[in-house]
């Protein structure tokens, strides 16, 4: 072959390369024959009719993200800023749709994103839309998915993953936050006192309850103490009231020694001549008889 039958193979040669082209894992390749669509192209090696057929442009399948910012007004009138985030996809049966029915479908759907928050955000006061976030969304992909599907687009999901407020709005939300702790700390720490209260006076009731026991014990054990003594001297030859002197002048000086043991002590100074035990009890048995008296005309009247 000559020099000019090279220089004609090699053109042609080319310009039949040209006609192979690669398409990628997880796109599709849309070719154009005369500026008409003719088909689409899955991943591999293809080819198509050169100078005559074009690939207008690649379409990928994979899931997309979408972040949209909305600003919107709550039920109770505070300003507030929703991040939404949109996944989507593109259906392998309706490249066509995709392709050539939307100029730019990330506009459209930010929209449609904005149409729906202000329609659903406005109806809901501020903490419902933290709790009802999830019903947002759902309402999001909800009337998404029913627009976009005419034009080729799934919406795999619909997220809402920020509520921002206004700042000074939530400066107040931590304020009116901060009130009702310390509000339930205040109402726990007057139970804390009150129940600390009650058992205190239970426990000062219980202690009064024993000593008034030791009191009364210990009454009872001097009694039948004296009532021994009594009946050793009467047994030595000494009549009732003599013991009894004998025994209220040794409870005297028993009483002034303890009281001299203790500095802090008061002492009150009683006769101290040598009847006066003797007296001290002709005292005591007299107020006791007139007690006695006194205690018997009341009852006598009461009967009558």
Do not use: C
Request: a neutral charge.
């Amino acid at each position: 072959m000559n020099l000019i039958g090279y220089i004609w193979v090699l053109p042609v040669l080319f310009i039949i390369a040209s006609g192979f082209f690669i398409v990628k894992q997880q796109t599709i390749a849309v070719v154009e024959r005369l500026g008409k669509f003719t088909r689409d192209y899955g991943a591999g090696f293809n080819f198509k009719i050169p100078i005559i057929d074009k690939v207008a442009g690649r379409v990928s399948l994979r899931i997309q993200q979408l972040d949209v910012i909305v600003e919107t007004k709550t039920l109770d009138d505070v300003f507030v800023h929703l991040k939404i985030s949109v996944q989507f996809q593109i259906q392998r049966d309706h490249v066509y749709n995709a392709f050539y029915k939307l100029q730019n479908p990330h506009e459209q759907i930010t929209a449609f994103i904005f149409d729906t928050v202000r329609a659903e955000v406005p109806k809901m006061k501020l903490d419902g839309v933290f709790v009802k976030k999830e019903e947002i969304a759902v309402a999001i992909q909800r009337e998404l998915k029913e627009a976009m599907l005419d034009y080729g687009y799934d919406i795999v999901k619909a997220l809402v993953t920020d509520i921002d407020p206004d700042e000074n709005v939530k400066i107040a939300m931590n304020r009116i936050n901060a009130a009702e702790r310390e509000k339930v700390a205040a109402q726990h720490e007057g139970d804390a006192q009150r129940i600390l209260i009650v058992e205190r006076a239970k426990a000062e009731a219980e202690s009064k309850r024993l000593q008034g026991k030791g009191i009364a014990d210990q009454r009872r054990e001097i009694a039948r103490g004296l009532e021994e003594s009594v009946g050793v001297l009467d047994k030595a030859g000494i009549n009732s009231q003599e013991a009894s002197a004998l025994i209220v002048i040794t409870q005297h000086y028993d009483t002034l020694q303890s009281i001299g043991a203790d500095t802090n002590s008061n002492l009150i100074l009683l006769p101290n001549n040598p009847n006066a035990a003797s007296s001290m009890l002709n005292d005591m048995v007299t107020s006791l008889v007139a007690a006695n008296k006194i205690n018997e005309s009341a009852h006598t009247k009461k009967i009558e």
